[in-house]
Structures are given as C-alpha cells and as structure tokens.
C-alpha cells in the first residue's frame, strides 16, 4: 500500500490524504473473465489480444488452468509477419479432426457479427500451437418457417446443406486439412472445424472466416415459397439489399 501524503491546510491542520500512483498493470481495466484469459496455460494474453483486435469476438468462458505458468509462451505467433507474408501456412499443412468444443483448459469467444450461434474454443496444443475449434449453430428449416415442411423437403435440404458447408476450400488464410462434423440435433445444426495453428491472428481470422462462411451458405440455400421468421426473414432481407436477387438461387 502506498504511504499516505502529509499536506497543511488553511487552517494550520495538518491532514494525510493517500497518495495515488497510475497502475502499470495491464488487466486494470479488463473484465472479469478477460483478466482470467489473459494468462492461462492453454490461452496466452496473446490470443485474448488477437481475439480483440479482430472485432467480430466477444469472450464468452474461460476454463480453469491445470497448472501455473509464469506468463506467455512465445510461438511463431509473436512475431507479425502481415497479411500474405511468408510463413502464414506455406508448405505447411495443419491437421485435427473435428471432435467438437469441449476442451479441458479453454477459452471460449462468441461471434457477435453472425445471426447464427458461433463459437470459438482455443487451447494449446503439446507442440505449442493453438487449436481453434469453431462450432456454428444454425436452425433447421421447419424451426425457422410459419409453414409445415414435409420430411422429405427437409431431408432433401439438410444433405444439401450439409455438402455445401463441408467444401471449405479457399476460404481461410492458412493451409489446413479440414475434417468439418455436421450433426443434426433436434432443431438444430451443428457445424464444426478445427484448426490448429501457431500464429494466433491469423487462426482468430481463419475462425471468423469459418463462421461467415457457415451462414452465407445456410442463407445460399434458403427454399423460396416459405415464409421465414427470424433470424433467417432478416438475413434474407439483407441479402436482397446487397444485391442477392442478382445471383439468382433462393432470392
């Protein structure tokens, strides 16, 4: 604590009022659960800075560390490189099947750009890289129509959706060998990815890019003759206002 400030006041009476020193620590200021992100084994301050800086993130969980460690662990994903540079996945592939969110010591952010439910759970790996494991819920067609849907119209649309979603290809920045998981649970879809990469911006980027892709596809696929109700009526809408009757498909 720091010692308190002897002054004199008008009246001859001498008081002590604290003296105040500017924080140097750098969780001042932060929430609750960004203060227990920013330090963890399995999430660097590194990531809870990469998640922040892209914009579409807000945290949503933070797990409980196994163990103490003093600090962040530099990877490659300490040194910035840019966008495009050398090194951002060239001649390396990264692997993980898709096994879904539910990682031991992990953080997890939700996507606040999306109509859908996107989420994002980062932990490291033994080698010291980072796996994201992006999982995407979307609703299925008779959760979001005012009219009945015959099983076959939704059977028909469901194993159209679920090809579309797992052609990834040229969609993130990084070369990564993707496994998606599509699993169909009462109303809802559930879309998974993993991706594991050493530097921390560009798997954060590779994530948001993921999740985009996964409602741009559901609203590609939207069956014209129904009427929706939200989130997908305002999707639509949106789509239409940027042009979508033009491409022709659902609009």
């Known amino acids: 604590m720091p010692l308190p400030v002897t002054i004199a006041t008008g009246t001859g009476i001498r008081a002590e009022v604290p003296r105040v020193f500017e924080s140097t620590d750098p969780t001042v200021g932060m929430s609750d659960l960004e203060r227990d992100t920013e330090n963890t084994p399995s999430v660097p301050g590194r990531v809870r800075r990469a998640f922040s800086g892209h914009g579409s993130f807000e945290p949503a969980a933070a797990g409980v560390p196994e163990e103490e460690t003093d600090g962040d662990v530099k990877t490659d994903g300490d040194v910035e490189t840019g966008a495009g540079a050398a090194g951002y996945g060239e001649g390396e592939v990264d692997t993980g099947a898709s096994t879904g969110t539910d990682e031991p010591n992990a953080a997890v952010w939700s996507s606040e750009t999306t109509a859908f439910d996107g989420t994002v759970t980062v932990a490291s790996t033994e080698d010291g890289r980072l796996r994201f494991a992006v999982s995407v819920r979307v609703p299925t067609l008779s959760a979001v129509t005012t009219e009945d ?63 985009d892709f996964v409602e741009g596809t559901y609203v590609q696929g939207v069956i014209p003759g129904y009427e929706y109700t939200e989130p997908v009526s305002g ?11 033009a491409e022709g498909g659902a609009f």
């Open 235 to 245: 999707l639509i809408s949106s789509a239409r206002r940027q042009g979508g009757d």
């Open 149 to 211: 849907v015959a099983d076959v119209v939704e059977t028909g649309w469901f194993e159209t959706f679920e090809r579309r979603v797992v052609d990834v290809g040229g969609v993130t920045r990084g070369n990564h060998a993707f496994d998606p998981n599509v699993e169909r649970e009462d109303d809802e879809i559930v879309v998974r990815f993993d991706i594991t990469d050493s530097n921390e911006r560009r798997g954060v980027d590779d994530a948001g890019a993921l999740i």
